[in-house]
Structure formats: structure tokens, C-alpha cells
């Protein structure tokens, strides 16, 4: 299933895409919200399949009719999860970024953290701090989590805790992260860094998530064009590792890393974002999003 909230922030209602890739139901009569809660109810979650399945839920209002992520109607897509726990980050995961930024290939996971509070929708606007200078890019693989993982024992544990999947933007502000001093987590946590969805695809659907195709665009131009299969701990290691040092309940976030491109990556002049850009992203079967940078 693909799971979406639409509507204004702080408003939005819970729905369902339909098979079509293209209708909008509305699940209000069902559940009141995607979140954990729902995310760990079997029963709920079949409740929806079966009424999926049998054509009974009805369109959404304001659909139009096309693929969300190209809906001219105005209806807002909000970020699939409500009330997120925690979101935890891992850093330098994948072979070819660990690579580019010339760091080296970290012998455990690197955990930092995002405030849920960082989590807009997908196509909503991304704000340039300010004082910022190195603004950057990273599309990522969202893991979310669906049961309570503790003291996990191997990785395909860790892999039947996840609820499902979805997209993510991990913008980062790099002198904020790297030059100021501290942890990373400066320059992790500015409003609005954290763009998700546009749908939670649930984990029956994403057979390998070892194999998805990530990419992003800056003004149209390709700047990541990568692959799961580049990272370094997979998806089952990195539920299982995190377990180890922190409980993860239902509706917490994973954000697995990002490949090659960000702007940290590149020559001297670095193309760090400015107001004004697009950065337009996507994951394969995960979605797409697109978002227009302003200064905070």
C-alpha cells in the first residue's frame, strides 16, 4: 500500500493512492491518522487492504485525477507520518560518498539525529538559514519502523521491523555541520530540513530495498544518480545495529544515508543553495518530491 496525508498542515487527512497510481481515497472512515499507532495494528492495516481491495473507499475529495506528485489541483500532499518519534540519521553510508567527500569507510554506522520537527511535506518550501553559506543536498531512503526493535539479533530481524519505506530529503547546512564546532547535528536540524514522502509504501512492496535507484536534480541538472546497493550497512544491519544502543518504537524514522553528487562532493566553487533553486528528487517506486528554496 501507499500511504499519504493531504491536506493543509496540521490539517491533513489520511488516504490511500490506489492502485491506479493516479486516485486519491480518503481513509478518515477507516483510521484517524497515519502514525505508529497504526503502523503496529495488523488488524487496521488488513482493514484498509480489504476495503482497498473491494473498491468501497471513496475518492478523495479535490483529486484530480493525476499522478499526485503532477495533481494541479491544489491539494497539498503533507509528510506521511504524523507524530514521529525520533528521527535517527546515518552517516557516510554509501561507498561512493564516503568516497567523493574523502572520508573513510567508517567501520560502524555513524548515528546522528533530525528534530521531527524538521518534517514538512514533500513539495513544501525549504528555507536557506540564515547566514547560510553551504546549504546541501541529499536524497535518502527512509526506513519506518512498524514494531518495537530492542537488542535486535540479526539483520533480517532488524528488516521484519520495518513498517515501510519512503523518501526523504536530509538537507544539510555544511558549515553549520562541520566547521562551527560540536556534533553534526548543527547543521542537521534547520527549519524545514527534513522534506518526507510523498507516500509510506509499506515494506510488502519494496521486496529488496538493497535495490532502488535514487535521484535529485538541482534546476533540472542530474546531481545524484545512485543506488541503494552502494551502501554500506544495509537496511536490515542498520535497524539491527541502532537497536543495540536505543529502542525504536512504531513511527520512529531511519534516514539510511545518501549516495554520490551532494554539493560537499564537488570542485571549488562548491554549488551550495541559494533562494531561488528547485531541488526535484525521487526514489524508484517511493515517489517523487519537489521543493522551492527561500531564505528563512
Keep these: 500500500m501507499k500511504l499519504l496525508r493531504v491536506g493543509t498542515a496540521g490539517a491533513e487527512r489520511p ?50 485525477g493525476e499522478p499526485p506528485e503532477l495533481d494541479g489541483s491544489g491539494l497539498r500532499i503533507g509528510p506521511p507520518l504524523a507524530r514521529i518519534g525520533k528521527i535517527v540519521c546515518i552517516g557516510l553510508n554509501y561507498h561512493d560518498h564516503a568516497a567523493e567527500t574523502g572520508a573513510e569507510i567508517p567501520a560502524e554506522p555513524i548515528i546522528f539525529f533530525k528534530a521531527p520537527d524538521t518534517v514538512v511535506g514533500p513539495d513544501d518550501t525549504v528555507l536557506v538559514p540564515r547566514g547560510s553559506v553551504k546549504t546541501d543536498w541529499e536524497v535518502e531512503l527512509a526506513v519506518v519502523i512498524g514494531r518495537t526493535a530492542r537488542y535486535l539479533d540479526s539483520a533480517a530481524d532488524g528488516l521484519a521491523h520495518v513498517a515501510g519505506y519512503a523518501v526523504s530529503h536530509d538537507v544539510s547546512e555544511r558549515e553549520f555541520q562541520i566547521e562551527r564546532g560540536g556534533t553534526w547535528d548543527k547543521g542537521k536540524n534547520c527549519e524545514t530540513f527534513n522534506p518526507l514522502g ?99
Excluded at 23 to 38: C, E, H, P, Q
Excluded at 223 to 241: C, L, N, P
Design 15 to 64: 488516504a490511500l493512492l490506489d492502485q491506479d497510481g493516479t486516485t486519491l481515497r480518503d481513509l478518515s472512515g477507516l483510521v484517524t491518522d497515519i502514525d505508529g499507532a497504526l503502523l503496529a495494528d495488523d488488524a487496521a492495516l488488513d482493514r484498509i487492504r480489504a476495503a482497498a481491495a473491494s473498491g468501497e473507499l471513496p475518492v478523495l475529495d479535490g483529486s484530480s
Design 198 to 296: 510523498p507516500w509510506l509504501v509499506t515494506a510488502d512492496e519494496v521486496p529488496d530495498p538493497q535495490a532502488l535507484a535514487l535521484r535529485l536534480r538541482v534546476n533540472g541538472e542530474l546531481k545524484q544518480d545512485g543506488t541503494t546497493a552502494e551502501q554500506i550497512f544495509g537496511v536490515g544491519e542498520v535497524v539491527r545495529y541502532v537497536s543495540q544502543f536505543m529502542t525504536l518504537y512504531p513511527g520512529d524514522v531511519i534516514n539510511t544515508g545518501t549516495p554520490a553528487g551532494v554539493a560537499l562532493g564537488k570542485p571549488e566553487p562548491k554549488p551550495y543553495l541559494r533562494a531561488g533553486d528547485v531541488v526535484e528528487l525521487e526514489i524508484e517506486g517511493l515517489g517523487r518530491q519537489r521543493q522551492e528554496f527561500k531564505d528563512a
